[in-house]
């Protein structure tokens, strides 16, 4: 195992385009995150589901954005009518069912413009 | 509001210093994670510590988590350029979900 794959890792669009991302967590590792981080902070939490189910999502996740787990397996970030205000490093995590470490991805830079 | 304090927010240091980076909060954690993450880059863990008190060393790397589980620092010894990077501290509550509450970092340059 790799690790936690994203695709792609750069994206440019233009304003009011919609853009997805993919993320491929560590095979064993049956929860998955979102996370974005903007220049100068650190990473903030966006989504969390176990398995296939979506536990968990922040109030920076505006109607503009939604997360899918369809089998579990891989997740898909999608964002409709990006603003340059999204524009930030997107990241997912994963985490395996007994204690054990959050490992991320080598993340996906969202540029607007 | 930031949960978690980290300081300095920028270090700059010539190789072989030594030097200690912090991480505070008013809020108890169950686990405290550092990670150092380099530009275009996702976080790469370097450690977790769940017991107050607990001391951890990696190499030339020692972080210590406090014993009310609401601060942590890192030392690191005789610096290298390699060492250079974003260090970040992340906690995380009681509960199944493990969410990560972040820092905003320390930014480290060692210089040769």
């Known amino acids: 195992d790799t690790g936690v794959s994203q695709d792609p890792r750069h994206k440019i669009t233009k304003r009011g385009q919609n853009v997805t991302f993919r993320c491929d967590p560590i095979s064993e590792h049956n929860r998955l995150y979102w996370y974005r981080q903007t220049l100068g902070q650190g990473p903030e939490f966006l989504t969390y589901?176990?398995?296939?189910?979506?536990?968990?999502k922040s109030r920076l996740l505006s109607d503009r954005f939604s997360a899918e787990r369809p089998k579990g397996s891989f997740s898909t970030l999608e964002i409709q009518r990006t603003e340059q205000g999204d524009s930030a490093m997107y990241l997912c995590?994963?985490?395996?069912?007994?204690?054990?470490?959050?490992?991320f991805g080598q993340g996906t830079r969202l540029t607007v413009v | 509001t930031q949960l978690l304090e980290q300081s300095p927010q920028f270090l700059s240091i010539q190789e072989g210093e030594n030097l200690t980076v912090y991480c505070n909060s008013s809020?108890?954690?169950?686990?405290l994670q550092w990670y150092r993450q380099e530009p275009g880059e996702g976080p790469v863990l370097l450690v977790t510590v769940v017991t107050g008190g607990e001391v951890k060393k990696l190499k030339r790397l020692t972080f210590q988590f406090g014993d009310a589980r609401k601060d942590s620092s890192l030392h690191i010894t005789a610096a290298q350029p390699g060492d250079t990077g974003l260090y970040l501290c992340a906690g995380a509550r009681g509960g199944s979900n493990y969410k990560l509450t972040f820092g905003k970092g320390t930014l480290l340059t060692v210089n040769p």
């Open positions: 589901f176990q398995n296939e189910a979506q536990l968990e």
């Open positions: 809020s108890v954690f169950s686990s």
């Open positions: 995590a994963s985490r395996g069912d007994r204690a054990g470490d959050v490992l």
